[in-house]
């Protein structure tokens, strides 16, 4: 008995330190995305660049060494110098942007997320702008791989403010206030009454086919047809 005491408190032992084991890995696993204080500095220098000379369109050649080379792809220096870049224009307020959010890290690319405000006067009057900003590492700097908006809000004296998302952005968006689309058929499926009915009355004759067969086959062979009439007798009564 003591024996058995013993192996079952050490198969408990194992069976808690199991559960345990897993407990842990799930909340690492579930870990919200971390950057060093390091790597927090270097993406702050980089969207610094990329906003007030590349954003901004100020001096915009400082910002092409801040980009990937996938990003600036295609793209000449001359382009680039003449204002044709993959960055967003925006007349951002102030010359240090630290207070942006982290979003997710995958696969060494950051995202992040970054709230712009204009200056109070632009001649664009815009309003501010959350951008979704991507990063990755190259040596001992960040490289900006992605600048797009995400949502736009309306400037802070407008009469109307009205918040547009990025699947404002999207081909043929969907009109304020216009009346949503009747439903159409859409014409590929007007054969499909046609089929079922089709195969209705094809299912129904292979039961007819099957049936017919069916009392065939216990018929008498020799007799698949009905017997013949009795011949007629004449001189009975009331003749």
């Known amino acids: 008995m003591a024996d058995r005491a013993r192996r079952y408190r050490l198969a408990m032992r194992v069976i808690v330190a199991a559960a345990l084991a897993l407990v842990f890995a799930g909340t690492a696993s579930a870990a919200p995305p971390h950057l060093t204080k390091a790597e927090r500095a270097g993406i702050n220098k980089t969207v610094d660049m990329v906003v007030n000379y590349g954003a901004k369109r100020v001096n915009?050649?400082?910002?092409?060494?801040?980009?990937?080379?996938?990003?600036?792809?295609?793209?000449?220096?001359?382009?680039?110098?003449?204002?044709?870049?993959?960055?967003?224009?925006?007349?951002?307020?102030?010359?240090?942007?630290?207070?942006?959010?982290?979003?997710?890290?995958?696969?060494?690319?950051?995202?992040?997320?970054?709230?712009?405000?204009?200056?109070?006067?632009?001649?664009?009057?815009?309003?501010?702008?959350?951008?979704?900003?991507?990063?990755?590492?190259?040596?001992?700097?960040?490289?900006?791989?992605?600048?797009?908006?995400?949502?736009?809000?309306?400037?802070?004296?407008?009469?109307?403010?009205k918040v547009r998302s990025v699947a404002d952005f999207s081909p043929q968006p969907a009109q304020a206030g216009a009346a949503p689309q009747r439903g159409k058929i859409n014409p590929d499926w007007l054969w499909f009454p046609f089929a079922a009915l089709g195969g209705a009355f094809l299912v129904l004759a292979g039961v007819a086919l099957v049936k017919s067969r069916r009392g065939k086959r216990f018929m008498p062979r020799g007799r698949q047809g009905l017997p013949p009439l009795p011949p007629r007798v004449s001189g009975g009564p009331g003749a």
Not at 139 to 158: C, E, H, I, Q, S
């Open 60 to 161: 915009v050649m400082r910002s092409y060494n801040w980009v990937t080379p996938e990003m600036r792809s295609g793209i000449t220096r001359k382009q680039w110098k003449e204002g044709t870049l993959p960055i967003y224009p925006f007349p951002a307020q102030g010359t240090t942007f630290h207070h942006w959010s982290l979003k997710w890290i995958s696969d060494g690319t950051v995202g992040i997320e970054l709230l712009l405000m204009p200056t109070l006067k632009n001649k664009f009057d815009v309003g501010p702008i959350i951008f979704d900003l991507y990063l990755r590492p190259s040596g001992k700097r960040w490289l900006l791989d992605g600048f797009m908006p995400a949502a736009t809000l309306a400037p802070v004296n407008a009469k109307k403010t």
